[in-house]
């Protein structure tokens, strides 16, 4: 059963509802994603994203802990991720971004490694479909969690891609996928070329203060790098830290992610392995947990149980096994 109102805000909003801050019977804290309307459409979407997230179960996927099915809408009911987007990390205009090249790499390197393991270790493949740093969650700790899963597809093992109507967002779309319909693993990783470059230049993925095909991060970013001053577009405090030879190697995975032939893109594996090494070859050993950033910790609302109380079906044990 979910409690009454903690506070008069949603916590988020997105395309395909509000998320909404709540609490269990037994008091854990809980994150549930209420749809804007009722019809088809949406019902799909959410019984997409439960069928898709009750076969996942990684430390860097937020989990799913349930449906509401007794409501005038479906609610999904998922752990509670406290800190917020990482697009509101990146964004946040008000002072540096807290974290180090290290911290840094270890976002990216979580994130590659919960995408990773949607393409190549779930019981049959996942292409997310929607990789952007306003779907990659960050925890108390600022570990990742990625979420929203409603675009998402299941992937029999013969199939090498989807044909499917083009969804997403813009200035993270796969060239290949916007002009063919056809979506693949290496879709994916274009989206994530253009989230690593979001984390180490603090750029908008689509900005109006660029002009041309500027305002396009990633055509940007090409640019940058064909006329060797790729390092100023980078955030100065990486830059600034005696690093630029990671810099360099962050720069050329990134072109190797966005290469506009899907088929010359790394894997999500190779990715994560790369930024993984990158970040272990970093000192301090010791990854600092703590930056003294106080603007995102707003408690989020909860869903009200005035509108129901509806009953909340576990899908914990199938996601364990």
Same mark, same amino acid.
């Given at each position: %059963?979910?409690? !009454?109102?903690?506070? *008069?805000?949603?916590?988020? /909003?997105?395309?395909?509802g509000?998320?909404?801050?709540?609490?269990?019977a037994?008091? /854990?804290?809980?994150?549930?994603k209420?749809?804007?309307?009722? $019809?088809?459409?949406?019902?799909?979407?959410?019984?997409? @994203?439960?069928?898709?997230?009750?076969?996942?179960?990684?430390?860097?996927?937020?989990?799913?802990?349930? #449906? #509401?099915?007794?409501?005038?809408?479906?609610?999904?009911?998922?752990?509670?991720?406290?800190?917020?987007?990482?697009?509101?990390?990146?964004?946040?205009?008000?002072?540096?971004?807290?974290? =180090?090249?290290? %911290? /840094?790499?270890?976002? +990216?390197?979580?994130?590659?490694?919960?995408?990773?393991?949607?393409?190549?270790?779930?019981?049959?493949?996942?292409?997310? /479909?929607?990789?952007?740093?306003?779907? &990659?969650?960050?925890? @108390?700790?600022?570990?990742?969690? &990625?979420?929203?899963?409603g675009?998402? !597809?299941?992937?029999?093992?013969?199939?090498?891609?989807?044909?499917?109507?083009?969804?997403?967002?813009?200035?993270?779309?796969? *060239?290949?996928?916007?002009?063919?319909?056809?979506?693949?693993?290496?879709?994916?990783?274009y =989206?994530?070329?253009?989230?690593?470059l979001?984390?180490?230049?603090?750029?908008?993925?689509?900005?109006?203060?660029?002009?041309?095909?500027? !305002?396009?991060?990633?055509?940007?970013?090409?640019?940058? %790098?064909?006329?060797?001053? &790729?390092? #100023?577009?980078?955030?100065?405090?990486?830059?600034?830290?005696?690093?630029?030879?990671?810099v360099?190697?962050? +720069?050329?995975?990134?072109?190797?992610?966005?290469? =506009?032939?899907?088929?010359?893109?790394?894997?999500?594996?190779?990715?994560?392995?790369?930024?993984?090494?990158? !970040?272990?070859?970093?000192?301090?050993?010791?990854?600092?947990?703590s930056?003294?950033?106080?603007?995102?910790? @707003?408690?989020?609302?909860?869903?009200?149980? $005035?509108? =129901?109380?509806?009953?909340? &079906?576990?899908?914990?044990?199938?996601?364990? @096994?």
């Amino acid at each position: %059963m979910l409690t !009454r109102d903690l506070g *008069p805000y949603p916590f988020r /909003r997105g395309g395909q509802g509000t998320v909404y801050k709540g609490m269990l019977a037994d008091g /854990r804290i809980v994150a549930i994603k209420k749809a804007k309307i009722v $019809d088809e459409s949406q019902l799909e979407v959410f019984i997409n @994203e439960v069928v898709i997230l009750a076969q996942v179960n990684h430390r860097n996927v937020v989990q799913l802990l349930g #449906c #509401c099915l007794e409501t005038e809408v479906p609610l999904l009911v998922s752990e509670f991720v406290p800190k917020g987007t990482l697009y509101d990390y990146i964004q946040d205009d008000t002072g540096e971004l807290p974290f =180090s090249l290290n %911290m /840094r790499l270890q976002i +990216a390197a979580e994130v590659a490694g919960a995408v990773s393991y949607l393409h190549s270790e779930t019981p049959i493949p996942i292409y997310h /479909r929607d990789i952007k740093t306003t779907n &990659v969650l960050l925890d @108390e700790k600022y570990r990742v969690k &990625v979420s929203d899963f409603g675009t998402s !597809r299941l992937v029999s093992v013969d199939q090498t891609h989807l044909t499917t109507l083009v969804k997403g967002t813009f200035g993270y779309f796969d *060239p290949e996928y916007f002009q063919s319909s056809q979506f693949t693993e290496k879709s994916d990783v274009y =989206s994530f070329g253009v989230v690593l470059l979001e984390l180490f230049t603090r750029e908008k993925p689509i900005s109006l203060t660029r002009f041309g095909e500027h !305002r396009n991060l990633a055509t940007h970013f090409m640019f940058a %790098m064909e006329e060797g001053r &790729v390092m #100023c577009i980078f955030d100065p405090v990486v830059v600034h830290e005696d690093s630029k030879g990671v810099v360099l190697e962050i +720069a050329n995975l990134a072109m190797r992610c966005l290469n =506009s032939n899907g088929k010359h893109r790394p894997t999500m594996k190779e990715v994560a392995m790369e930024l993984e090494g990158m !970040r272990m070859s970093q000192v301090p050993a010791t990854i600092q947990t703590s930056y003294g950033h106080t603007n995102h910790n @707003e408690d989020l609302p909860v869903f009200t149980g $005035d509108e =129901s109380t509806p009953t909340t &079906v576990s899908f914990k044990d199938s996601i364990n @096994e």
